[in-house]
């Protein structure tokens, strides 16, 4: 279950679904900081909202996931459809609710945070499209946690290459007014987005119906709703959700407090976000992989050997991750150059990427112990947690902004924080913690 083949066989399809994801985020990023600093910097904002909401949808996904792979991990394979069954349709009605507050609330809410008139007016333009992805993105999550947890990644594979390419024709076609389209700048971005997720979610659908032995399983068969399937998974699930939810929605008023620096540092920092989420691909796919191999080593009763599993896949990612700082550290101005060709907003950029570079090596160490406590099923400990992290986190962050203003770079250094943090008191929990007594 743990060998290195198998890490890779989970891993790698994960860490393709990651690319994809990622690539989304590189391609809206650097078609628009050809539009101007105003579209980059609203649509990080506007991102990062999104995401924070969406992380609600995932953080339901990632209690269903563990669920998952116990069952899995003790061979109880028909238990595994109802757990993706009640997920489907509780993600769903989630999905519709926050679409309908979403409608009425985001132009309020990004009024009274947002202080540039335009990055305000930007920013709409691109939600008020953007938030017809949570029907899709919501369910879709869904499919990747039944896949993730019974360890059949690989249509994750095509899954990400198919989001990838659909977003980038979009892209192209939408936000620059190509092949007969009209020029429509961030509201582009904002309709490629959601077209390629409800594209993805398409090929997910068709895949499990035709290519999944969902029998097996007991996959898509809904004959009726199981109210107390979906209290199980929200036990264990909410206290997640909050989590994903605290942690993004924190990053979200880090960008706010950065907005309120300028347009060109909350422009720099969009630039950093983006370089940022690419170079956490491979810390992050090897985090999923422990979260549900954790879950699975569990379920089949070898609780002794989770922590040597940790800490060889915290080997494993510093193998990697190192020549990715190393390239980010003393060649800044290649990554800047994918995003704008402004000479000004170049020179801008290199500080923040050399931050970030140092940051990837925390993140991809503190990322894999805290999955590896989320994984034992323990989520309340994991929110408490996270939330501890982020009240100092935030508090650096509103410091440097705020109270003492300081250069974006210095603001950025939050992120050590953060993951210093996050990763010590995982490793202290994993150590001496209960989680071996737990049972779900």
């Known amino acids: 279950m743990t060998s290195n083949k198998n890490i890779y066989k989970v891993t790698y399809p994960i860490f393709l679904t990651l690319l994809a994801q990622n690539i989304i985020n590189v391609t809206n990023t650097a078609f628009l900081g050809r539009v101007g600093e105003v579209e980059l910097g609203a649509s990080a904002i506007g991102g990062v909202f999104y995401f924070a909401i969406y992380m609600i949808g995932f953080g339901f996904s990632q209690g269903a996931q563990i669920l998952i792979g116990r069952r899995n991990g003790g061979k109880n394979y028909r238990q595994i459809g109802p757990i993706f069954n009640n997920s489907l349709i509780f993600n769903f009605i989630l999905s519709a609710a926050i679409f309908g507050l979403s409608v009425k609330g985001v132009p309020h809410i990004m009024k009274l945070l947002v202080s540039s008139e335009h990055v305000y007016k930007a920013s709409i333009e691109y939600l008020d499209w953007r938030i017809y992805g949570f029907f899709f993105s919501f369910v879709s999550v869904i499919f990747r946690g039944l896949y993730v947890g019974i360890t059949q990644t690989r249509i994750l594979t095509t899954s990400a290459i198919l989001m990838a390419v659909t977003n980038i024709f979009f892209d192209y076609t939408l936000i620059f007014g190509h092949f007969g389209f009209p020029v429509l700048g961030i509201t582009g971005a904002g309709i490629s987005s959601v077209i390629a997720e409800a594209v993805t979610l398409g090929y997910l659908v068709w895949h499990t119906i035709y290519r999944t032995d969902r029998k097996k399983y007991g ?21 997640i959700m909050f989590q994903y939810f605290i ?10 407090f950065i907005e309120r620096m300028g347009e ?20 992050s796919a090897l985090s999923t992989t422990v979260n549900t191999l954790v879950s699975n080593l569990i379920g089949a ?34 990554i800047a150059r994918i995003y704008t060709d402004d000479a ?28 590896g406590v989320s994984g034992t ?24 902004s705020r109270i003492h203003p300081s250069p974006t770079a210095v603001v950025w250094m939050s992120e050590y924080v953060y993951w210093i943090l996050i990763g010590g008191l995982g490793y202290l929990y994993l150590q001496k913690g209960d989680w071996r007594k737990r049972e779900i």
């Open 219 to 239: 996959l898509l068969e809904f004959k009726k709703v199981e109210l107390k399937t979906i209290l199980n998974i929200l036990n264990l699930s909410i206290f």
């Open 247 to 256: 942690s993004i929605s924190t990053w979200f008023m880090f960008f706010i």
């Open 264 to 283: 060109k540092p909350l422009a720099v920092s969009n630039i950093g976000r983006s370089t940022y989420i690419l170079l956490m691909i491979p810390g």
């Open 301 to 334: 009763g070898r609780k002794e050997e989770v922590l040597p599993f940790i800490r060889r896949i915290t080997g494993i990612a510093l193998l990697i991750i190192v020549p990715l700082v190393l390239f980010t550290l003393f060649l800044p101005q290649l």
């Open 344 to 371: 000004g907003l170049i020179a801008a950029c290199i500080p923040v990427l050399r931050v970030i570079s140092v940051a990837i090596v925390f993140c991809a160490v503190g990322g894999i112990i805290f999955s």
């Open 377 to 400: 099923g323990n989520t309340r400990t994991a929110f408490f947690i996270e939330f501890l992290t982020l009240f100092f986190y935030l508090s650096y962050v509103y410091y440097t």
